[in-house]
């Protein structure tokens, strides 16, 4: 998209990953960085208040919807781009209303016919025929279809009873389950990389208590003192104080202290070995909306990105619904892999 005219100045409004990110993916790929403006919507939902710098300026995407089109307007008017890119209608969909977004598109779309600018805008293809593409459908010239088929990485393996699941140290594996993991399952996404390879792990459980999970994850010989807990659900049915390896939610809808909690855990691991297992986001979305899950999702991943811990996120897939959120969930990951 961006390599059919190298020397085009673009203003890449990112919700997906941050300014830095994308600046080493695109040099990577031999794009010159130097025509390219960013505007950053990630950066302040993880990291607090930045400044903004030389051709990277920052918004804060869960905010209003008008001061976000303010700055864009601001950057515009200023930059000049020739062509504008949105990366994505999806992200933005997570935090604000399909109206708001339309009423925000429109009048976008008459800033950037103003300046006469290009305005090309990402969405993920299972959203292509909903209400939100529906509404934009007079302010749209034409659709391309940018999927394309990448041939498999060669990745890490870890056999676990029956599962062997592909691991990429920093990347984000999307764990699909037709039935509840038992707990030797479980235990063995963890072990390998805990005890083999001395990894630390973050492990979020939704499903199973804490102490259930610590004693079967002892009794199959894996090194404890390299795993904390997160605990969202101990305390739904029980009392209990956290420990020097679990820290107990209240209710497993407090997706922002989690999300305070995981900041600190993360800042402290960046740079090491280290993963995070999340268990699961089907039993999460029992105690939260698609909508705060989505925004859960995006906000952990991208610190995620951002700290280069890689992560596993099980879903379990036994109807059409949890289908349906499963793939969903899809955008977040690097890899999907079904057991």
Known sequence: ??????????????LNKTASTLTKEFKKAKLPTGKIIFVDGITRTVVGKVKDKKNI??????????????????VVKKTKPKRLVFDSLSVLSVYHKQPNIAKFMHKLSLILAEHECEGIFLIAANQMNSKLVDSLSTMIDREHDLRVEEPAREVGLIKSDGILMKIVM??????????ELSLAQTAGIVKNLVNDENFFCIYITFNKPYEILFNEFKRQGLNYKNIYFFDAITRTSAEADSTKSCSFLDAP???????VFLKNSLDLLEGKNAFLVLDSVTDM????????????LHALTNRLRLTK??????TVSHNVQSEAMSDAFKRFADHTVEV
Request: net charge positive; charged share 20%.
């Open 253 to 259: 809808n407090q997706l922002d202290y989690l999300l």
């Open 1 to 14: 998209m961006l390599a059919k005219d190298k020397n085009a100045k673009t203003c890449y409004i990112s």
């Open 170 to 179: 920093g990347d984000i594996v999307l764990c699909k389950a037709k039935t």
């Open 57 to 74: 300026y920052f918004i804060d995407m869960d905010k209003s919807l008008n001061s976000m089109l303010s700055k864009i307007k601001a």
């Open 309 to 314: 811990i890689g992560a596993t996120l099980i």
């Open 285 to 296: 979305m029992i105690y939260n909306d698609l909508e705060n899950t989505m925004g859960f």
